[in-house]
Nanobody, 122 residues
Framework: QVQLVESGGGLVQAGGSLRLSCAAS????????MGWYRQAPGKQRELVAV???????NYADSVKGRFTISRDDAKNAVYLQMNSLKPEDTAVYYC????????????????WGQGTQVTVSS
């Protein structure tokens, strides 16, 4: 069983910065893609950024140039550095990870974190 624990959300003024962290725990053999999604009130969940096991990244157009995703495989962690924040970035941010666990048997996993609130005031 794999669990993701996020941290780093909070309240910030427009133009400010926040750094989200997400750590995976469990009998993990390998992690492929890790990413961040967000969901604002009344809106569908959307992709923010994703990073592959070899470091390839993909960003939503709305965050390109402002957000940076990175990962630390030694810690099974993924990060999202958010700069030049805007009120429209306000949302609950969710971490995701998919990969392989070894727990008696080899099995794949695809899990979500519990979410962390990011609020940007104008």
């Amino acid at each position: 069983q794999v669990q993701l624990v996020e941290s780093g959300g909070g309240l910030v003024q427009a133009g400010g910065s926040l750094r989200l962290s997400c750590a995976a725990s469990g009998t993990i053999f390998s992690i492929n893609d890790m990413g961040w999604y967000r969901q604002a009130p009344g809106k569908q969940r959307e992709l923010v950024a994703v990073i592959s096991s070899v470091g390839s990244t993909n960003y939503a157009d709305s965050v390109k140039g402002r957000f940076t995703i990175s990962r630390d495989d030694a810690k099974n962690a993924v990060y999202l550095q958010m700069n030049s924040l805007k009120p429209e970035d306000t949302a609950v941010y969710y971490c995701t990870a998919e990969g392989v666990i070894v727990d008696g048997l080899i099995a794949s996993f695809d899990v979500w974190g519990q979410g962390t609130q990011v609020t940007v005031s104008s």
